[in-house]
């Protein structure tokens, strides 16, 4: 690991313009390359205290042992040396968008003497022009099958041409009229150039023109009486209204755009592109990216620009690109988009209006798409197993965790706090073993705090205690003790319940994870070596930078971005987020929906509703006598007398005051309101009267 300060350059030195800098390892590898509209302000924030930067700008400044710039005149100019330099020596440290397939094109070689119409992947070549991206190539094949019958262009390759040439009879196509046979000179080269101009002006989006020109020579021969030439022309205008109903009109005719969306994590970001000509979605594309720098939304929109449009010219960049956040500053990159297309493009952010609901749709499918590759990438079994020894040589482990627990804190500004324990076994989540805790601040006859507030560290401490103190005595029960005689009595079937279920906490896990930081874990340490338990390693990951906590050390272990450890460890804390903010949630609605009544022994639900219906409300029912309250059928007295009780003992809430006048305002109480039919409605149900929730 290098020290930065050995390889900073003096300020002096570092010129105050435009240019793109590069960070070279020991080995002379290029490992990040960056762009600056002044090299000497940027460079300067890579050398500063290392406590002070980013964890992955951190591992990159003391991976390097060198750096070296090139100036430039425009920051446009940056940008292009930027992309070009990473497109060169592929960084490590550089986002880097991965393709998760090839996208297949539609491709109409215009370069060629006879254009040829076919599925085309990879580098695009000059001279062709290309429609797409398609998810599958089977979608190209189906579009063109339907397009032949009104623009029969050759789609056979040079061998079969050639041998149709000199054999002087055409392919099958030519037969059945789904190719006009230039083969055999049916038609000459130019004619077969216009076909095939007339085939890329309908796939760029000018389709107007074609149907209202083929409408028109179908009225023609009908009035001509030309009844066979007017039913052809009828089934090639149904053809391309069936090849046109499979882009689905998004935007207003005539536009031409490029949505970007991203869905992102800490460590992943997933981006979709959605390319828009003749306001229909001619294509669709995709990749994910590992986050391997500290970077914004802004500038991973400014890298998928660098990537879609680095090798474009011409019409193949929109006249619009809309994007979810803009990059830093954005001048510059409109400029470079502007020169690559060679007119004015205009990048933004869609606000309002059909744009914008296509923008959503975009952020969906983004949102599909890191989902999908996050479970494709946990479900592997190589996958899974590597991020085990990852972790186990991170965190210096005799053997990798196969039964991992993590536990998380949950509260609304300190009140009805819970916690979770989600439980993972060989990578994969085992929900049955899943459990959650209501924090007493209580561990067995020990009171550990008191009082009722936000401490994450306390209930963490009496969380692990509590877990493991069950552990001890299923532990005790099913005879793992060693006893005098050296048996240990340790049988597989101690382990489980007489029906067959396992025990409940009887398995020891070989790691504990908690969601947190030094404070947390040391909570946690500190409450295993209470009950004496020195086996079980524990460890806290840190939301905020991806940090991992050991007891014990003031520095943090930090794993690469892109360890499929630091992953699994990622997919462990969120799970069991959600699983304790979900109990927390019910709790408290549970709370909020709370009655009196509830207190009331012996009054069940059918009885508090015919209470409740009888009077409309709390407020009213507090206020009747015990001979009203007998009225209600099912009430005897005892038990109205009993209701009359709980109901004087249970406070009202305080009245609420309108503070410009000083009135108190008459509300209903919490718990239930009345409609106007007299219908009780449960706390929480919207109250449409007033548009809001009561």
């Known amino acids: 690991m290098a020290d930065p300060s050995s390889y900073r350059p003096s300020p002096g030195q570092i010129p105050d313009s435009p240019g793109v800098y590069k960070f070279r390892d020991e080995h002379r590898r290029v490992i990040y390359v960056g762009k600056a509209k002044s090299l000497r302000q940027r460079l300067a924030n890579y050398f500063q205290d290392l406590t002070g930067l980013h964890p992955r700008t951190r591992t990159m ?12 005149s425009t920051e446009v100019e940056a940008l292009q040396l930027e992309y070009s330099w990473i497109k060169e020596f592929d960084p490590r440290f550089n986002v880097k968008y991965r393709d998760d397939k090839s996208y297949p094109y539609l491709a109409v070689t215009m370069n060629e003497q006879y254009p040829r119409v076919q599925v085309m992947r990879g580098h695009k070549k000059k001279g062709v022009r290309y429609f797409g991206p398609y998810g599958h190539a089977w979608a190209i094949r189906d579009t063109v099958d339907l397009l032949l019958r009104v623009f029969p262009v050759r789609t056979c390759s040079a061998g079969v041409f050639k041998n149709a040439a000199r054999t002087g009879r055409p392919c099958l196509l030519g037969y059945i009229g789904k190719c006009s046979a230039p083969c055999v000179e049916r038609i000459s080269a130019e004619e077969h150039r216009e076909l095939a101009d007339e085939f890329s002006d309908f796939m760029a989006g000018r389709t107007g023109t074609y149907i209202r020109r083929l409408e028109k020579r179908m009225t023609d021969a009908a009035e001509e009486m030309e009844y066979e030439r007017a039913a052809r022309l009828r089934d090639d205008i149904e053809a391309l209204k069936k090849a046109m109903e499979k882009n689905a009109v998004v935007l207003a005719d005539a536009t031409d755009a490029d949505l970007i969306a991203l869905a992102e994590d800490e460590l992943e970001a997933a981006v979709q592109i959605f390319h828009v000509r003749g306001g229909r979605v001619r294509g669709q594309r995709g990749w994910v990216t590992d986050k391997v720098e500290a970077v914004t939304t802004g500038d ?15 019409d193949a960049v929109p006249k619009e690109v809309l994007v979810p956040a803009l990059p830093d500053p954005v001048g510059p990159v409109q400029q470079w988009l502007t020169g690559r297309r060679g007119a004015q493009v205009s990048l933004r952010v869609p606000q309002r209006g059909d744009k914008k609901a ?3 749709t975009v952020e969906r499918n983004a949102q599909q798409s890191l989902v999908l590759h996050k479970t494709r990438r946990a479900s592997d079994l190589t996958t899974r197993s590597r991020a085990l020894e990852e972790i186990a040589e991170a965190l210096d482990l005799d053997s990798a965790p196969l039964r991992i627990e993590c536990y998380d804190i949950s509260h609304l500004q300190g009140d009805d706090v819970v916690a979770s324990m989600v439980v993972f076994e060989d990578g994969l989540a085992r929900k049955s073993e899943y459990r959650r805790f209501q924090i007493k601040g209580r561990v067995g006859d020990t009171q550990v705090w008191h009082g009722e507030g936000q401490d994450d560290v306390r209930s963490m401490h009496e969380v692990i205690a509590r877990r493991f103190r069950r552990y001890l005595a299923e532990k005790e029960k099913t005879g793992e003790w060693v006893e005098e005689d050296g048996n240990t009595g340790n049988d597989r079937n101690a382990l489980t319940e007489e029906d067959g279920r396992p025990r409940r906490f009887a398995y020891p896990p070989q790691l504990v994870v908690v969601d947190g930081g030094q404070p947390q874990v040391a909570a946690a340490r500190r409450a295993l070596d209470e009950l004496g338990i020195d086996d079980i390693a524990v460890c806290g990951l840190a939301k905020r930078l991806e940090e991992v906590w050991v007891p014990g050390d003031d520095d943090p272990v930090v794993l690469p971005r892109s360890s499929e450890g630091l992953y699994l460890l990622q997919r462990v804390r969120d799970e069991a987020h959600r699983f304790a903010i979900t109990y927390q949630r019910t709790k408290r609605a549970k709370r909020f ?45 005892k038990t109205a007398e009993t209701i009359a009780v709980a109901l004087a003992e249970a406070a009202p809430a305080a009245p609420a005051v309108n503070t410009a006048t000083g009135e108190i305002i008459e509300e209903e109480e919490p718990g239930t309101t009345a409609d106007p039919s007299g219908e009780p409605v449960a706390a929480g149900t919207p109250d449409r009267r007033r548009g809001q929730e009561t």
């Open 61 to 72: 400044v003391t991976t390097a042992a060198s750096v070296e710039w090139t100036v430039v």
């Open 593 to 637: 929906r709370a009655s009196p009544l509830d207190d009331v022994p012996g009054l069940g639900e059918a009885r508090k509703q015919a209470l409740l219906k009888h009077f409309g409300s709390l407020k009213r029912l507090r206020s009747a006598t015990i001979d009203q309250i007998c009225e209600v059928p099912g009430i005897g007295r």
């Open 358 to 360: 296509l923008m959503e």
């Open 300 to 314: 991973l929109v400014e890298h998928a620009l660098q990537q879609l449009y680095g090798e474009e010219t011409g």
